[in-house]
């Protein structure tokens, strides 16, 4: 199964599947470690003791995935040199010092089918027209994983284009990946990076990376009880990702933990020679990686703010509750709340349309500059792959879902309302939310998702959401955002609410029932 796109299975392979794995589903591996939840130290110790290989781990994921996958949809193929990776791995532990190698190494990662890979994998997307497009070489933080040897397991669902060519589809659907299921509920496991978070979430691979440009890591991340770190805007490489906006689209972790989302991050930021954006914003990495700042009093003489305005939920809901209990906690571990802030222009911030303006603009000049850098492609500028879905209307659901996000970025015009929506943003980002956090001398701020992924969005800004709880059995994530560069604070503050919680429990395994 191993080479093969994943929901191509027939229902014989399902079946002997389940006959073979269902007596035994994962309890614990060989030696008495269990695998299902464990984090990159802990892999990482397993392998030292000699309870584990790299090559083990990946037949175990790779168990999960044919048990799972087939209901879930969050992993969309396999990479066919996973297990010859893993094998090197498992080799160079035995030849090398541990301190010499990454936390990384020999760990398995999945990433968005939009994170080029220069390998026998596709990346498309979830689209059929970037299938058999041959990239030039691996993405920018590909390479970065691949350096330390990373495993690099297989791609991941999402929503097609990331969620950029038509508002009427289903937030995780893509033509090739079908519909992504949340392993909670079944329901909507929220995208774009939606099969990074689902597949982390179910234990189908240990760690893996999503991409946003407004929302797509940290609302899936929230949904699936996961971990997820949206970088400041160049911290990390978006050097051969499908893009929608560079100003906008950042490269980042989706993990169980806090502890492991930061060595991922580690791992991928920092200068990239394929993008600029990476020169100015590796002032932002700080010496000695992220894992320093996971500290248990991390919440200690933090300032948090609270706006309101995001709360969309009333009082004696549960959502309310939880997060007065939140607060609470905050408070306990040393953390300033300063409650009731606002933001001044915020409805100006909401109905301003000069994001989705620029968004279209930004989307054809680099989705165009992308597919033209490829090696061989079906299509090669917006307008083809607008054709290649009125071709094949069946193959992507065109019927349905329609392509109006794309026939708009298709349409707009103008070099100079460009440069006017940028400038209206930047605008309302200074007199907005640095103008918050500057005044009330803020760490960050503390909201649910909502819109307020719009305000980080629109500033470059990062954030980080981490789970918070469940309503109906539907998980939901609290995210912690600041101004640019200040990820060292924002893991600080992430972990030192996670480990005084610890609110993220599996998904029960969800098997196809034959
Ligand atoms: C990539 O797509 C081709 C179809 O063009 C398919 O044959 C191949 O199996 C895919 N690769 C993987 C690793 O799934
Ligand atoms: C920029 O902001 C001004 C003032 O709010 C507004 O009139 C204009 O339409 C905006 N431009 C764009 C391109 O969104």
Redo the contacts with the bound molecule.
Sequence with gaps: MASTTVRGFSLLIYTIALLTFLSFLPISTAKGFKIEEATIYGLQLAFRNDQLTSRELVEFYHKQIQIQNPVLKGVLELNPNALSQADKADQERKAKAPQSLSPLHGIPILLKDNIATKDKMNTTAGSFALLGSVVPRDAGVVAKLRKVGAIILGKATLSEWSYYRSNTAPSGWSARGGYGKNPYTLGTPCGSSSGSAISVAANLVAVSLGSETDGSILCPSGYNSAVGIKPTVGLTSRAGVVPISPRQDTVGPICRTVSDAALVLETIAGFDINDKATIKASKYVPKGGYAQFLKKDGLRGKRLGVVRDFYGFGKGTLRHETFELHFKTLRQKGAVVVDNLKIENLD?ILN???ES??MGLEFKLALNAYLKDLVASPVRSLDDVIAFNKKHPKLEKLEEYGQDIMLFAQKIKGIG??K??V??MS?LSHSGFEKLMITNKLDAVVVPFSSFSSILAIGGYPGVSVPAGYEKGEPFGIVFGGLKGSEPKLVEIAYSFEQATMIRKPPPVRELKV
Excluded: K, M, T, V
């Design positions: 100006e301003d349309q000069s303006i620029a309302i460009l006017e929506a400038l209206n605008r």
